[in-house]
């Protein structure tokens, strides 16, 4: 869901979140980053009237996987991870992106109810900055619609 290609999303189209509990795992690491992505998602998930938000943190994204595991036994209705790795010099970037893409992917598969990966893997800080509240949007806000949408999903 990325605003700079369609566009900012209509909250009056997004179901309300009255009768929802949802976890916010928020990584540590890149603290300015990730901070600003619990700021969007939290404005989102009170704008909609979430009944409940428990924030959980944990020291950096490839810690988020078992953070949303927790939630996920503490009843919630949804979990939204958030994080922010940024490119270094390194091949740790390649690894941590992967780990935790895999792992909240598999949290997804047990079925037990959606994770959302709010998760911003960037190459520079600049770019962290510009989809946390910058001018491409709030991937955090995003990351709690799509939250919100996924909870009340009916079939």
């Known amino acids: 869901m990325a605003t700079a290609q369609h566009g900012p999303f ?7 979140a009255a009768a929802l509990r949802i976890a916010v795992v928020v990584s540590e690491w890149n ?3 990730t901070a600003n992505l619990y700021e969007g ?7 909609k009237g979430c009944s409940e938000i428990q924030r959980i943190d944990v020291p950096g994204s ?12 503490a009843g ?9 790795v940024i490119r270094g010099e390194t091949a740790h970037f390649d690894y941590v992106c992967e780990a935790v893409a895999s792992g909240i992917k598999d949290l997804n598969l047990q079925g037990k109810f959606p994770v959302i990966f709010g998760v911003l893997t960037d190459n520079t800080l600049a ?3 510009a989809r946390s509240g910058g001018e491409l949007g ?3 806000a995003e990351a709690a619609v799509a939250a919100i949408k996924m909870a009340t999903l009916a079939i």
């Open 10 to 16: 209509n909250l009056n189209a997004v179901p309300s």
């Open 31 to 33: 603290a300015e980053i």
């Open 41 to 47: 998602a939290h404005a989102v998930l009170q704008q």
């Open 62 to 73: 490839f810690e988020l996987i078992y953070g949303c595991k927790v939630a996920m036994n």
């Open 76 to 84: 919630f209705d949804a979990v939204i991870a958030l994080g922010s």
């Open 127 to 129: 770019q962290a900055q």
């Open 138 to 140: 709030n991937k955090g």
